[in-house]
């Protein structure tokens, strides 16, 4: 089926003016999630309290009319709290399922790093799998399935590091920062009111299906693939110490980089990257692949695949440095 570039871009406009409605200053954040939507990934938010992260996710849901639901993260959470359980039916002698909050379109588990490891498992079948085991039986998710988790960077008291397996199921890592001093005014004038504007609903069941099957028919050149697995190569400091694969004479700085990282992005990092440039080049009206696509999504999915050094935490050099280092000496096919 030939991709309907014109629908693409007019559904895509409405999403946008939609959102604005609630959000300022966030046009960036409001692609970045739709990005991760259309390619069938999920995401992670970070960023201080009181950035709208929770109305962020709340609006996108309401953009979409997907059926939503909000999961409060805690110490104390269990799993059947996510998932859902038996209960026991004393009129029938019948235990009978009931459903947790994990059963919706669009999930929103609020501060994701507070909730035990017993409970990290359970999202990682959901996230995975779009699945869930209750009891001896197990349920398909609602189609499509949306997490949207966020975390907060600063408060670390009574927290979890997530698994290294949990956060490579999420798609794309974003983080929010603070606002502009323009934007913080019109913030600021709303007097925390934006919750209360209304959107309008956008897609249907079938736009959304014909976004996610647009993506088949974005053309990539075998130069970009090549450029992305390249991406990937630099961060792995085992095959640069081997000179496995890798022209030297491209990356006289690699040695400089991979110093910092102690394990690098996997082949599903590269399939991620090239699944959010395709939804990127659609984004822009366009059926084809450049290595700005790449560039513009390359940061948002390594940043919490890569696993950095003691020497890093030393010299006080983060991942998104690392990265964006990466990205300005490899030579763009």
């Known amino acids: 089926m030939e991709m309907d570039i014109e629908f693409c871009k007019t559904i895509i406009d409405k999403y ?10 966030q046009e960036e954040l409001i692609d970045d999630i ?3 939507f259309i390619a069938g990934g999920h995401v992670l938010l970070e960023g201080v309290p009181g950035l709208a992260k929770t109305l962020t996710v709340k609006t996108v849901s309401d953009i979409l009319g997907l059926d939503f639901k909000r999961i409060q993260f805690t110490p104390d959470l269990l799993p059947a709290d996510v998932t859902g359980t038996l209960v026991f039916e004393q009129s029938k002698n019948v235990f009978s399922v009931r459903k947790g909050p994990i059963f919706a379109n669009v999930v929103l588990a609020d501060e994701i790093n507070r909730a035990p490891s017993k409970v990290q498992s359970a999202m990682l079948e959901a996230m995975e799998e779009h699945q869930i085991t209750i009891g001896e039986e197990t349920y398909k998710l609602p189609s499509p399935f949306f997490v949207l988790a966020t975390q907060n960077p600063i408060d670390q008291e009574g ?7 949990e956060l ?5 890592k974003l983080v929010i920062n603070y606002p502009t001093f323009e934007n913080e005014v019109k913030i600021v004038q ?5 919750a209360s504007i209304p959107v309008e609903k956008v897609f249907t069941i079938s736009d959304i299906s014909k976004l996610k099957e647009s993506i088949a028919n974005v053309t990539t050149d075998e130069k970009i693939i090549e450029y992305i697995v390249t991406i990937l190569k630099v961060t792995r400091a085992e095959v640069n110490k081997n000179n496995q694969n890798i022209k030297q004479n491209s ?8 110093r910092y990282i102690t394990f690098g992005a996997s ?13 990127n080049a659609i984004l822009q009206g366009r059926t084809f692949v450049l290595p700005e696509d790449i560039k513009r999504v390359a940061l948002n999915v390594l940043r919490h695949r890569l696993i950095l050094s ?3 935490s030393a010299d006080n050099v983060t991942t998104d440095e690392i990265i964006k280092r990466i990205l300005d000496f490899i030579p763009v096919p």
């Open 310 to 312: 003691y020497e890093a």
């Open 190 to 194: 709303t007097c925390g009111n934006a």
């Open 168 to 172: 490579d199921r999420f798609l794309m």
């Open 16 to 25: 946008r003016k939609e959102a604005t409605k609630r959000l300022v200053g």
């Open 251 to 258: 990356f006289s700085s690699s040695k400089d980089i991979t």
């Open 159 to 165: 927290t979890y590091t997530l698994p290294e397996a």
């Open 34 to 36: 739709l990005i991760a």
């Open 267 to 279: 082949p599903r990092a590269g399939i991620a990257i090239l699944q959010c440039a395709k939804v």
